[in-house]
């Protein structure tokens, strides 16, 4: 039973790894839609300079993050 399980396991791991890079562009734009939403909340809720630089804040992390995703997949695929 525990074989079972562990396949099962592995078989949806599977399904959260990024093989390619249309996944990772996918993921990516995923990431800045919510930061962008985010950041729209950061403008509402503190209106002025300090809204604006939480929402700097919440775009260029995206740009981080995209960065080092898109760098992963280019990893993986040459070896």
């Not at 099962?8 to 990431?31: H, N, Q």
């Not at 729209?40 to 604006?52: A, D, E, I, N, Q």
């Not at 997949?73 to 070896?79: G, T, Y």
Request: proline share 3%; net charge positive; aromatic share 14%.
């Amino acid at each position: 039973m525990t074989a079972r399980l562990q396949r099962w396991w592995r078989s949806v791991a599977r399904l959260f790894v990024v093989k390619t890079k249309f996944e990772a562009f996918m993921l990516i734009y995923a990431i800045a839609t919510g930061a962008v939403e985010r950041g729209m909340t950061y403008l509402h809720r503190f209106p002025g300079t300090s809204g604006w630089i939480m929402f700097g804040a919440c775009t260029i992390v995206v740009f981080m993050a995209g960065g080092k995703i898109i760098d992963g997949v280019e990893r993986d695929a040459n070896p």
